[in-house]
């Protein structure tokens, strides 16, 4: 025991006297949620527009006015022709442009179908859709307000309600993703770069060479990196509940024993790594490549499962973080408990599973 | 019995011989160099018996223990110090020992008396990092390293590589200390210089043993009259008497060529006479005993068309 004690701490001299070990640790993880949580945003706020009223009305002043209260947009200019908008446009200051025709309001007070036209920049075409739903809405509002007794015939009234999270708030999506990223990279990679460094050095040939068992030098390396890992969940946590305001809806005690699942299978992936490269900077390259890239992009974190081609579909089944991701929106977001979640969860325990075996397997009590 | 016995072990790696078929026997209490050039199979030799690797054929023990089978005890009574630099650097001098000792289930304290002398010089930089230490200090913290749990038998490899001659007589002063408390050391070395403060010596080249013995014994095998040669011109000189008719060998050993003759030519005259129809200048040449390193030469040249 006290063998393994020392081991313990030992380990741990050598993540708190590498800075870049610590950096990455601990100073990831906040860059992080702080990157996404407000500079990475693709909620709108004050976009800029410009107006290009021909039609100088009440009407088009106060649909006008209605847009720029909204807080989603800003007024940029006020155009004169039509030319100027193709110019603001070219120049990238403004994202939306809304034209009110000659003679709107004519049309509009005598119940002839009047128009407005938005342009919107879709060169970035995430806000192009987002900025004209916006504007769309708004400007239906203004005419359901101005006739409220009017029974059209024969028109479908949509409404729609978003659950969960009405204010449509990124840091929903993120946050667990976030955790995913920072806990995969954390566990997976520093566990496989840590023993690559001692079969480097050779230090692990002198492990090797003394009593410790090869169990005990891996438990070794693992225990460390969990205690510090889960410190690093509570961190996310923590952030995503206290500054970026995501609710804790479901158990906290599931989610943090559905974190320490998750930390445990990257451990076991990172422990596999190692057993299968020998130098450091390989067992880099192969977490970044095997858990870093399909995080970010098969997981869902970022780009929604659904819209993906079928073959992606199927690769993102292996991918331990859509579990994870789902598992913690769930918890968090959703307040669901075990009795919704047993599914993915099961998967992380088998994956956990198949890894660990996996090294153990792989564990050899001599060099070659 | 012998602390260490080797039997007909061989391995290759990937069907390239590291070790061909060695056998070798180490007496209790002494210090055996095992010489040889880079690349001879000293390493592998040397993980084989410390139980990191399998050999392919043959068996070994040490200290009366297979090293295949009973590797688990073994590891308990064997001392390893590989042949790089095998600590944390980013541990301090202490914190090194200290996680060996209670790794081998031991204290520093415990077992202090066994690295004292090597330690009180290690001791003004104990808390400085392991890998800001020179060299030599590095090499003589990996001793203790290894020292520390008592071994029964220790092995280095390579101690002395990239280490500076004074250090380097330092730490052969320490062997011999250490030797002459009973403990058992086999040492691999590729310096020749370092061969004749060994009790026997074994020759090692191309994963075979050319020979073993006492270091004073081995250089009388040597049955060849030998020369140092020097003149002016020492590149025209190994040139010119590579070329010479009476010539077996000739090797550049500092500022002499070690010149082997055959049987019966070259006396002192001939050779004299030879260089000085070449234009030599400054010519001295004088009969001279042959060290280990001629002996080894002489060795290797001889095995090299069977091998």
Known sequence: MNRFIAFVRKEFFHILRDRRTLLILFGLPLAQVLLFGFALTNEIKNAKIAILDNDKSPHSQQITNKLLASGYFQLQENLRSNQDIERAFRKGTIKLAVVFPTGFTNNYEHGRNSQIQLLADASEQNTAISLTNYATAIIRDYTAERNPNAQLPLTIDVRSRMVFNPELKGAFVFVPGVMAMVLLLVSALMTSVTIARERETGTLEVLMVSPLSQGQILLGKVVPYLLLSFLNGCVIIALGVFVLNVPLNGSLLLLLAETLLFIFLALSIGIFISSLVETQLVAMFASLMAMLLPTIFLSGFIFPIESMPKPLQIISNIIPAKYFIGIVKGIMIKGAGLQYLWQPTLVLIGMSVLFMGLSLRNLKTRLA | ?307
Not at chain 2, 51 to 56: A, F, G, Q, S, V
């Open chain 2, 1 to 307: 019995m012998d602390a260490i016995i080797i039997e007909n072990i061989s391995k290759a790696y990937s069907k390239i011989p590291a070790v061909s078929d060695v056998s070798l026997s180490v007496r209790p209490g002494e210090l055996f160099g095992l010489i040889g050039p880079d690349g001879a199979g000293k390493t592998t030799l040397f993980k084989m018996l410390v139980t990191l690797l399998l050999p392919d054929k043959g068996r070994a023990t040490v200290a009366g223990r297979d090293v295949v089978k009973d590797y688990k005890a073994l590891r308990q009574l064997v001392g390893y110090m590989p042949g790089r630099f095998s600590l944390y650097p980013d541990l301090s001098v202490e914190e090194n020992l200290s996680f060996f000792a209670t790794v081998f289930g031991t204290t520093i304290k415990e077992n202090y008396h066994l690295i004292q002398e090597i330690y009180v010089q290690l001791e003004p930089f104990k808390n400085r990092r392991a890998g800001q230490l020179s060299g030599g200090m590095k090499q003589k913290l990996a001793l203790c390293c290894a020292l520390i749990h008592k071994p029964e038998v220790l092995f280095l490899d390579e101690p002395t590589t990239g280490v500076d001659a004074v250090s380097r007589k330092e730490f052969w002063d320490m062997l011999r200390k250490l030797n002459e408390r009973g403990l058992t050391t086999l040492v691999s070395t590729p310096y020749m210089d370092e061969a004749s403060r060994c009790d026997r010596i074994a020759f090692m080249q191309t994963g075979k043993i050319l020979a073993v013995d006492q270091p004073v014994a081995i250089t009388s095998r040597f049955k060849k009259r030998l020369y140092a040669v020097r003149a002016a011109d020492t590149y025209q000189l190994i040139h010119d008497l590579r070329e010479a008719p009476f010539t077996e060998s000739c090797y550049a050993f500092g500022e002499f060529l070690h010149l082997t003759v055959k049987s019966n030519e070259g006396s002192e005259q001939q050779i004299g006479r030879f260089l000085q129809e070449k234009n030599h200048r400054n010519i001295e040449i004088h009969a001279i005993q042959p060290g280990i390193e001629d002996t080894f030469m002489a060795l290797m040249t001889q095995t090299q068309p069977t091998a």
